[in-house]
């Protein structure tokens, strides 16, 4: 899967909010903007979101402060009883298809209110406002939403894109470096189902340097890797909006991920959703070479990469019962089997792809080798 310079660009990063909102919001009533966040952007972003718009002026901004809902954070909230909470909400606060969502966060907030308020009176419209860089290059652009339910992810949803998503950059030097790695694990995943020269592209940029002191230049090398990111993203999603077929390559690493992730969160133990992702891909990875020849020496450079800038998994065989359960009840299966999207070489995805038991235990013995 090739992509040409010829794509049509579809920026979505902004260097002014207040700019990109002034073209939306003066089409709503002010008393029927709301805000959906959680407590940990509250405390990070929402000071640096609200500066940023200061000059919609006090009035709009006191009455907006009104209308801004705090939810628990985490994804063990990512559940009906948080949607309820947001129903609850918009309806008390007399909420009406005249009414517009902000939503502020990462990818929790923004599939679990994206569900929400597309069902709140047949949908009202939302704009996404990501603030972690696993929710720009992956949950706030797609049009997925979506809660986990009976201990699976994203088992509940809809295909419903936002009005618009609006990207600030600032936003990420709130984040701690484990959040940022887990968006850069998603990156990594574009990079891999699109060509060889994205994946080095990846492999040559100075990560460490850039979470911890970024210079001028390395910012704009940045945003130059992101943007491309999200190109790729926006190009599968564009050929398959409902993800019948080409956007099930999206899903490299996340049918091993999500299970992993799964037993996390009952473990109590979550972990950044692309740390999880990141693991799946070394796994599935390590798949793509059983059964499609894959070359090993990316598999190895893969999994260097992951302890360099992971860590390695503390998981055994005696978890591989429950994997195999949890990976069986995944929504990308279409029969009683565990479907993949597996590689035959970088740039070349293989969706739909079955393989043996036997054949994933001996992914996971790889990869929890490491």
Known sequence: MYFCAVLRILSMITDDIFLELHRILPRFPEDQVFVIT???????????FTEQIADFG?????????HTLVLPAGEEHKNLNTVQRIWDYLQSAGATRRSIALLLGGGVVTDLAGFAVSCYQRGIPFINIPTTLLSIVDASDGGKTGIDYGGLKNQIGLFRPALENIIWLPFLRTLPAEQFLSG????????????????NRLLAFDLEQYISQPDEALEEEFRAILSR??????????????????????????????????????????RPHGYCVLWGMVAELYLSHLVMGFPTETVTQLGRYMLDHYGAIGFSCRDYDHLLALMRHDKKNTDSRISFTLLRHIGSPAVGSHVADDQIRESLDYLFSL
Not at 241 to 249: I, S, V, Y
């Open 38 to 48: 959680d407590e940990n952007v509250a405390r990070h972003s929402l000071p640096l």
């Open 58 to 66: 006090p009035l709009f901004l006191n009455t907006l402060r009104q």
């Open 184 to 199: 850069w694990a998603e990156m990594i995943k574009h990079a891999m189902i699109a060509s060889p020269l994205e994946w």
């Open 229 to 270: 990111s999200m190109e790729i993203k926006r190009y599968v999603v564009e050929q398959d909006p409902e993800e019948q077929d080409a956007r099930r390559t999206l899903n490299l690493g996340h049918t091993v991920g999500h299970a992993l992730e799964s037993i996390l969160i009952e473990r109590k133990q979550p």
